[in-house]
């Protein structure tokens, strides 16, 4: 286990004169951490603390709910991408996927995630709220840009769309204009990855874990994996658990926030890492009950005997647009093969691990990815 701190991006330096050169050394800073963490901590003094608490209260209120309830809120049929998805139903990818396995075996044993080849579906619940704009042209992936779910329940519906729509505002926010500083940090015009997910399918993504059933040391409530979009955002969670992996290091990283002010966490997803050619990897993940989630349960307890024993991520998950073409950035993949070529010139890549970042539609990537994990057919 590692003990390195994630480089801080500040968001405000940026908003507060794009053109300064503070403002340019930080938006290098978030490209550079990308590059070698696939993830940093943003501060953004417009995200308000109290907005995160009203958020998890809500979803902690709305996963205590009896499952037939719950189960109303399901769209199998539209690939889960709407609505809820109860635990047990995600595979995490990389128990049966062998270049993730791989990955696991490149790793330092000391620095491997816990086991997952025995591990079955996540026992995670999560909700699925979007939060996309309507393109303004007739798009080929509708299945991708469906209408939302609002929970039906009393004390939940009216508290519902008022409370996500701003906690997901924030979050939207705060991931876009860090899609322009890492375009800036990468030397590219600032528009670039903004334009391209304009209308991208983005989504207010809370998971939910019951710590009453799955609280024993050593769970696995999210197998280790990445994500299939651009860039993940999360706020800070009640409970620790949270393990990212830098992946030009190979260390894994327990996620901890400062322990005040408004921090939030960036994650690199597969769209990013084929759009930079393989410069920006996407960081693999898992969330576990270890010592640190078992301290704040016994605090939560203590502290909010009333309350439910749910662990609540505050995920939210920004896309490229559905039809965008999805194909590495030339200057990016050249300086993606410039890195890979020390690296093998070290001895610390094999030749033949080359991935090959086929042009397609961000769509097309979406629905690859989604039968990879069990949840369309
Ligand atoms: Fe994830």
């Known amino acids: 286990m590692s003990d390195v701190i994630l480089p801080i991006v500040d968001l405000d330096v940026f908003l507060s004169n794009p053109d300064s050169e503070a403002s340019v050394k930080e938006c290098k800073k978030a490209a550079d951490a990308l590059i070698t963490y696939g993830a940093l901590l943003l501060h953004d003094s417009r995200v308000s603390e109290e ?7 809500l979803i902690e209120d709305y996963f205590a709910q009896p499952e037939e309830l719950l189960k109303k809120d399901e769209r199998p049929e539209l690939g889960y991408q709407v609505g809820v998805t109860l635990e047990n139903t995600e595979k995490p990818k990389c128990a049966v996927d062998e270049p993730c396995l791989k990955v696991i075996a490149r790793l330092d044993p000391a620095e491997r995630p816990l086991d997952i080849t025995a591990h079955s579906p996540d026992p995670k619940c999560r909700f699925f709220w979007k939060m996309s704009e309507k393109p303004p042209y007739e798009t080929k992936y509708p299945g991708l840009n469906m209408p939302n779910v609002i929970p039906q329940a009393d004390g939940v519906r009216e508290r519902w769309t008022p409370v996500m729509e701003k906690w997901g505002s924030s979050m939207k926010t705060a991931v876009g204009n860090l899609a322009e500083m890492a375009a ?7 528009e670039t990855f903004r334009d391209a997910g304009r209308y991208g399918p983005h989504i207010l993504a809370p998971t939910a874990s019951d710590l009453v ?7 696995i409530l999210a197998g280790f994996h990445t994500d299939l979009n651009f860039l993940t955002i999360h706020g800070r969670s009640r409970y620790p658990g949270l393990n990212i992996w830098a992946r030009n290091t190979g260390k894994r990283i327990p996620v901890k926030f400062p322990p005040t002010g408004r921090y939030l966490l960036v994650q690199a997803g597969k769209q990013l890492e084929h759009l ?15 010592d640190a989630t078992l301290q704040a349960i016994e605090r939560r307890k203590a502290e909010n005997p009333g309350r439910p024993l749910i662990r609540i991520s505050s995920t939210f998950f920004w896309h490229l647009s559905s039809d965008y073409d999805l194909a590495p950035i030339p200057e990016l993949q050249q300086r993606a093969r410039e890195i890979r070529a020390d690296a093998v010139n070290l001895g610390k890549v094999d030749l033949d691990e080359e991935t090959v970042y086929e042009p397609m539609k961000v769509g097309q990537q979406v629905l690859n990815e989604l039968r990879h994990i069990a949840l369309m057919a």
Request: charged content about 25%; glycine content about 16%; cysteine-free.
């Open 51 to 57: 907005d995160n608490n009203t958020f998890l209260d």
């Open 184 to 190: 800036v940090g990468l030397g590219l015009p600032r």
């Open 213 to 219: 059933k799955y609280g024993e040391k050593d769970t």
């Open 276 to 290: 930079s050619g393989g410069l920006i990897k996407a960081g693999f993940h898992e969330v576990v009950v270890n």
